[in-house]
């Protein structure tokens, strides 16, 4: 746990007990915090920055496109060697990483996190990497808030929301956009909007604001000045617009599980290297503007400069063949996808943010550019159909279609195409969720019932610890034991009223209670006569430690009705959880979530 001198830190807490209020200081902390985040976001983006830097030499120029096949494989080899050397450690993808602590640690997220994606995101993007830095900043400021708020003794639910604060601040300070930042944290971390955790938000938000303003100044990563207004004729366009952002979304998805599932199947991570090196490398050198986090093309398409976003190929192309270029901006996008996905499974570090803004940024402009060329009596604004794609894909893809609307709002200044943009988030997320239930960040989580909702009652039972609620204090039998042990050996020295029967492997064969051997206690000539075996009958249920969830072990009290249930671990009998237990621990629980 972070910790300062102790004596100094004792004093502090003492005085901050005395004069300030609880609400107070989580307030403090919030701007601390966001702070933080907003320093770690900076710091990110310099360092990938200084490493492109050098690729920019005259030296280098001359040599683009075969470097290009060759700086990826460089940055995932150093990012494999400070893993395997240095950290010796995983490090998940943040938002993923970061919802899972909440969801199943407490919220206590390890100090590594800190550095750890702090070094090997501006080494996988820097060097070419086609993955994004959000995530990565993410992981950074969470860590951060985690661990602040452990460092000054705040409980549970402040660790949760100081992280979320953290969450924020990291979006508003890589976007300068601190409304969309606290709508992202509402939204992907589950937070609940009550008052008193909406101030926080907002202080930490403003905090990373500001940071970024005092080491960045004016300048931000989308430059684009809204000129085209909204017209009520587009209106058909935008839905179909929508309906392909939504089946994108689900192509970009799919393709990320896919190729993940594929390179999980090599358990050396250098065999891992080597196929998704040669890989990422493959597709940088016939596809260069996949190279990076993709601001470039995405500033470019903006001001309507295609060329510049295409920037040169291997290939001898008649880039005046309008139809030419949208077949390179269609490719940009397909192979955005498999390129981030095979950077992730090569070992790079990064985020996924970034890769879907690229791909729905390059797709809404191909989407208008083939209306304008097809010949029809129809013209439309090419830099608004590229803004809305973005926002298309975000909402599909990443499951946020609030974060996607004012996102794209705030740092285009977009206000204006508020109608268009409610209508492209709310179908592609529509249609994303139908053949995608959960978002990248998440899929994982629900599938092991590990995923934080604005469900609170969930919330509550996915918290609960199962070590803590099962009791493993009972006396064992066997099933050649008779009665007369039993009553000796077991029942006289057991406050229990059950006890489970388990063979020589320790596997659970049944349970005896007290009410089946009542009616025989003081037979003493059946002492000798009658076994384990003939007594233990099956119990309402069993539990699995490895599969059961809190959600399923309350349902399996309830659809039983029993008062006790079995737990096995790994086949073995391991304990029971009783029904009064677990309700105390669910109270308990759900007063820590609602003070």
Same mark, same amino acid.
């Given at each position: 746990m972070p910790s300062l001198t102790k004596k100094p830190l004792r004093k502090f807490l003492l005085w901050k007990y005395k004069y300030i209020s609880e609400r107070q200081f989580i307030y403090a902390l919030s701007i601390l915090v966001g702070f933080l985040a907003g320093l770690g976001t900076v710091t990110l983006k310099n360092l990938t920055h200084?490493?492109? $830097?050098?690729?920019?030499?005259? %030296? %280098?120029?001359?040599?683009?496109?075969?470097?290009?096949? /060759?700086?990826?494989?460089?940055?995932?080899?150093?990012?494999?060697?400070?893993?395997?050397?240095?950290?010796?450690?995983?490090?998940?993808?943040?938002?993923?990483?970061?919802?899972y602590a909440i969801s199943k640690l407490n919220g206590i997220i390890p100090r590594y996190n800190i550095y750890a994606a702090l070094i090997t995101a501006p080494l996988t993007a820097g060097f070419g990497g086609s993955v994004g830095l959000q995530g990565p900043a993410v992981s950074v400021g969470s860590a951060l808030g985690s661990? &602040?708020?452990?460092?000054?003794?705040?409980?549970?639910?402040?660790?949760?929301? $100081?992280?979320?604060?953290?969450?924020?601040? &990291?979006?508003?300070?890589?976007?300068?956009?601190? /409304?969309?930042?606290?709508?992202?944290? /509402?939204?992907?971390?589950?937070?609940?909007?009550?008052?008193a !955790? $909406?101030?926080? $938000?907002?202080?930490?938000?403003?905090?990373?604001?500001?940071?970024?303003?005092m080491f960045l100044g004016t300048d931000v990563l989308l430059r684009f000045q809204l000129t085209d207004k909204f017209e009520i004729n587009d209106i058909a366009f935008y839905v179909l617009l929508a309906v392909v952002t939504g089946l994108a979304s689900v192509y970009f998805s799919k393709v990320f599980f896919g190729i993940t599932n594929f390179f999980k199947q090599f358990e050396s991570r250098a065999v891992r290297l080597i196929i998704g090196g040669l890989a990422i490398g493959t597709m940088l050198y016939f596809v260069p503007p996949l190279y990076g986090e993709g601001?470039?093309?995405?500033?470019?398409?903006?001001?309507? =400069?295609?060329?510049?976003?295409?920037?040169?190929?291997?290939? =001898?192309? =008649?880039?005046?063949?309008?139809?030419?270029?949208?077949?390179?901006?269609?490719?940009?996008?397909?192979?955005?996808?498999?390129?981030?996905?095979?950077?992730?499974?090569?070992?790079?570090v990064g985020g996924v943010f970034i890769p879907t803004l690229v791909m729905g940024n390059v797709l809404g402009n191909a989407f208008a550019k083939i209306i304008n060329n097809m010949g029809l =009596?129809?013209?439309? !604004?090419?830099?608004?159909?590229?803004?809305i794609g973005m926002t298309g894909l975000m909402a599909g893809v990443l499951h946020a279609p609030l974060t996607a609307i004012f996102l794209i709002a705030e740092i285009t200044g977009g206000y204006e195409l508020f109608v268009p943009l409610m209508i492209v988030s709310a179908i592609s997320f529509a249609i994303t969720k139908y053949y995608v239930s959960h978002s990248i960040y998440t899929l994982k989580l629900a599938e092991r019932g590990e995923l934080m909702t604005h469900d609170k009652d969930k919330n509550v039972l996915m918290v609960l610890d199962i070590d803590?609620?099962?009791?493993?204090?009972?006396?064992?039998?066997?099933?050649?034991?008779?009665?007369?042990?039993?009553?000796?050996?077991?029942?006289?020295?057991?406050?229990?009223?059950?006890?489970p029967v388990v063979n020589d492997n320790h596997e659970f064969l049944g349970v005896i209670r007290l009410d089946d051997i009542r009616h025989m206690m003081f037979d003493t000539e059946l002492y000798d006569k009658v076994d384990a075996a003939s007594l233990l009958h099956a119990d309402a249920g069993i539990i699995n430690y490895e599969s059961d969830n809190m959600n399923v072990i309350m349902d399996k009290f309830k659809s039983s009705g029993a008062w006790n249930l079995p737990v096995v671990k790994n086949g073995k009998y391991y304990g029971y959880i009783s029904r009064s237990k677990l309700l105390t621990a669910y109270r308990q629980q759900l007063i820590n979530f609602t003070q």
């Open positions: 200084y490493i492109r $830097l050098l690729f920019k030499l005259e %030296f %280098f120029n001359n040599y683009q496109n075969s470097l290009y096949f /060759i700086f990826p494989m460089i940055g995932l080899f150093l990012v494999y060697v400070i893993k395997q050397i240095w950290l010796k450690k995983h490090i998940g993808h943040g938002i993923s990483s970061t919802l661990n &602040a708020a452990r460092l000054f003794r705040m409980n549970t639910k402040t660790r949760m929301l $100081l992280i979320g604060c953290a969450a924020a601040g &990291a979006m508003a300070s890589m976007f300068k956009a601190p /409304i969309a930042a606290i709508i992202f944290a /509402i939204e992907i971390f589950s937070l609940d909007i009550a008052f !955790s $909406l101030v926080p $938000l907002l202080l930490a938000s403003v905090s990373a604001v500001v940071t970024s303003y601001y470039g093309i995405m500033n470019n398409l903006l001001k309507g =400069d295609h060329l510049a976003a295409i920037g040169t190929t291997p290939f =001898d192309l =008649d880039l005046t063949n309008i139809w030419i270029v949208i077949a390179l901006l269609l490719g940009i996008g397909i192979f955005k996808a498999i390129a981030m996905t095979t950077t992730f499974g090569a070992g790079g =009596d129809f013209h439309v !604004s090419e830099s608004n159909f590229t803004l803590k609620v099962v009791e493993t204090n009972f006396i064992i039998l066997k099933p050649e034991m008779k009665l007369g042990d039993i009553l000796k050996n077991a029942v006289a020295k057991s406050s229990r009223n059950h006890f």
